[in-house]
């Protein structure tokens, strides 16, 4: 049994739940929805169940939603007679796993997601990590080369399309920047903030400088901003980032999949993570920007730094192949460590 409750998931986890079910396996897809994340199963044809509607705003409505999502876990794991539990860290799950006396095995590359880290280095039976990850979990950890973007990126898997950008009404030989603001309601966002809306105008226009922009946002924005947004399908948005001169934005999973596919990203965030520590120290695709007072200023310098270099996609392609040197196809090991612990 896998549960999703974030559109990353959905796609990190698409690739194991097809090799699980040609190897003969049953599997149950549990949803919790945010961002459109069940529209991506029903792209990839995988079937689910809803057991919660959000994950909620706040410690108060989260905590409700904790409890009401557990008992609902608990039931459908009852129900399909579940053997392991797989994902990313989950109370919801953890707790499951400790309640019907199966193993839970997670991928983890958040430090910062404190409840959900909590529950899962109690209850669960192994955590696997990128090998940069911060924290110390205890004998439950196992560091593994490769990043969860790669999980459905590796080009094992994943070819851009070059035809994918007139979707997006971009001829492939244009250059464009891809642009990505939250709504900063994620249980690791609390005390957070992002941009203005008039400094999201400032970085955009900054942008155009040097091409098109394409936006992403999870909130409402003024209507100035409705001829950037470009609504494209979940299983097309992959290969029309991985074809960006230049990612800028305050989600660190899109920075991290620009990243896989070469393509450098500027991260706009007081949070940051291992994870982030290896591809910005040691691969040099990632560009973050924590210091808020300044956090505008210093995303238009770095914009400056970055595209006024011609060459700036071939550069992030070399850097790329080292990348892709070092990490792992990571799906079918899991699914082969799976039929080993079960």
Not at 113 to 133: A, N, W
Not at 256 to 270: L, Q, R
Not at 291 to 309: A, G, H, P
């Amino acid at each position: 049994m896998i549960s999703i409750s974030h559109p990353a998931w959905a796609h990190q986890f698409h690739h194991i739940i097809d090799i699980l079910k040609k190897r003969g396996h049953k599997v149950k897809v549990l949803v919790i929805k945010k961002d459109k994340n069940w529209e991506i199963l029903d792209q990839y044809g995988i079937e689910y169940t809803v057991v919660g509607e959000g994950t909620g705003n706040g410690k108060l409505e989260k905590a409700a939603i904790l409890l009401v999502s557990t008992f609902r876990h608990w039931r459908e794991a009852i129900k399909f007679k579940a053997d392991v539990l797989i994902g990313r860290p989950s109370p919801m799950m953890a707790i499951t796993a400790i309640l019907i006396g199966k193993k839970n095995i997670v991928y983890s590359d958040t430090e910062r997601s404190v409840e959900s880290l909590f529950f899962t280095k109690l209850f669960s039976y192994k955590i696997l990590t990128p090998m940069m990850y911060r924290k110390d979990l205890g004998k439950k950890q196992m560091r593994v080369e490769t990043f969860k973007e790669l999980f459905y990126l590796h080009p094992n898997y994943f070819k851009p399309n070059p035809e994918d950008l007139k979707l997006v009404g971009l001829k492939p030989e244009e250059k464009f920047s891809y642009v990505r603001f939250v709504a900063w309601k994620a249980s690791h966002d609390l005390g957070l903030k992002g941009f203005t809306n008039e400094q999201k105008m400032e970085i955009i226009k900054h942008l155009e400088k040097y091409g098109k922009v394409i936006l992403s946002t999870e909130e409402d924005l003024p209507k100035e901003f409705d001829k950037y947004i470009k609504e494209v399908p979940h299983t097309k948005l992959h290969s029309i980032m991985s074809q960006a001169q230049l990612y800028v934005g305050e989600g660190l999973t899109m920075a991290f999949e620009c990243n896989v596919m070469g393509v450098h990203a500027i991260f706009t965030s007081e949070l940051s993570s291992g994870a982030g520590d290896e591809m910005e120290q040691k691969y040099g695709l990632l560009y973050t920007i924590s210091d808020r007072e300044n956090m505008l200023e210093k995303t238009k310098e770095k914009i400056d730094e970055l595209l006024s270099q011609e060459n700036i996609k071939e550069i992030g392609k070399e850097k790329q192949k080292k990348l892709l040197e070092d990490k792992k196809d990571f799906n079918k090991w899991w699914v082969d460590y799976l039929e080993q612990e079960v």
